[in-house]
């Protein structure tokens, strides 16, 4: 068997889409105002508040609508130009969960597999399999109306990967979910990104969400790309050092601020990171050890600093 990654690198052999300064406008609203990112391999988060510009984004991966400035490609294709083709290798679940009430789950994933260029009858067996695979085998030949939130869920994440895409593109995934369901959902998801191999785009307003889940993250804010990176980046160790000491913490964030470091202090208890143009920064523990030991500060924690998503978000966003 293949590992996912290796399917990865042999089918794209660098980043999944990159946007360059895209601008998309809706009459007087600017949905998207100079949005600049790559994304890689694994699970992405898309990351904003409602009319953030997320949707509008997922559908111009699409090539359901065209920039009205800048460049965006997938898969090394301008979804405008080859929408067809970026369509064949690319699954979308949609955020509204309007599903035809009469139609059975099994129909409605074989057609849209057709929809995305196979034969009939690949497409009934490619079907079944994929509601097999997110769970609903035994309930494929029910009509949609009949069945709960959680399992149209499940058969618009089935349709999106019918047909063995390179990439799947999941519009808040969770919404109308409970939290066992959330929790369900999330795993299958995980398991489509890693044993199957597909690579996704997850549009999500629920930082947890997106922090539980996924590889990297893009923030959006204001239509612009206000952050992104790796999840582990955003909010790990090269965000600095918390400190914590038994006694002298007013000497001991003197002699870090005088040795050029950024030291926020609260009580006994330090934040301590470079400045933003650091020059030459070197590794922080060093540092820190020197000052304690100069200072006599007793040492109760020290620590890398970690941040919540939401933090990050915030600090963002302001």
Sequence with gaps: ????????????????????????????????????FEVGAGITGLLGSNGAGKTTLLGMMLGLHRPDQGQLTVLGLDPVRSGAEVRERVGYSPEHHTLPPDTTAQDLVRHIAEIHGLPTREATGRASDALWQVGLGEERFRPLGTMSTGQRQRVKLAQAIAHDPHLVLLDEPTDGLDPVQRDDMLALIRR???????????????????????????ILGGGKVVASGAIAELTGADRGLLVEVDERPAELADALTRRGLQ????????????????????????????????????????????????????????
């Design 192 to 218: 489509v990104g890693t044993e199957f191999g597909i690579d996704i785009i997850l549009s999500s307003h629920l930082l947890e969400e997106v922090e539980r889940l996924c590889d990297d993250a893009i």
């Design 263 to 318: 030291v926020e202090r609260d009580g006994h208890r330090l934040v301590v990171s470079w400045p933003a143009d650091p020059g030459q920064p070197g590794a922080l523990y060093p540092v820190v050890r020197d000052a304690l030991v100069t200072t006599g500060a007793g040492l109760r924690r020290l620590t890398n600093r970690t941040v919540s998503l939401e933090d990050v978000f915030l600090e963002v966003d302001r």
């Design 1 to 36: 068997m293949v590992h996912h990654s290796e399917t990865r690198a042999r089918r794209h052999g660098g980043p999944i889409v990159v946007g360059s300064a895209i601008v998309k406008r809706w009459g007087a609203t600017t949905a998207l105002d100079g949005a600049t």
